[in-house]
């Protein structure tokens, strides 16, 4: 006799509380991304744009192919390291990797 009652409004609930419990499931692993993910490698970009910003001529730096030499001028794009004497490689300024 009860099998066939159905409480209607509990059937309602049931879906807006699905509803909220995905939305915050969302946000929290939206916050992790941001905080694991995204927040430290803006960290890294940032650090190593002033690096490169900050660079002089005579200065020794290695590249990202493993090249290492002394920095002979700057531009606003590239940089002309001498590696050797008489021997002058033109970077990109994304390519060098540490100042030594």
């Known amino acids: 006799m009860f099998n066939n009652f159905v409480a209607y409004g509990a059937e309602q609930a049931s879906k807006t509380s699905g509803y909220m419990g995905m939305g915050i499931t969302l946000v929290i692993w939206g916050a992790i991304f941001y905080f ?3 927040r ?3 960290k890294k970009q940032k650090k ?3 690096m490169v910003d900050a660079l002089q001529p005579g200065k020794e ?3 990202a192919g493993g090249i290492k030499g002394e920095v002979v001028s700057v531009t606003d794009e590239y940089i002309v390291v001498r590696v050797d004497k008489g021997v002058r490689l033109t970077f990109s300024k994304d390519s060098i990797r540490k100042v030594l």
Do not use: A, D, G, Q
């Open 36 to 38: 694991f993910l995204i």
């Open 40 to 42: 430290p490698n803006k």
């Open 48 to 50: 190593h744009r002033e």
């Open 61 to 63: 730096v290695l590249t």
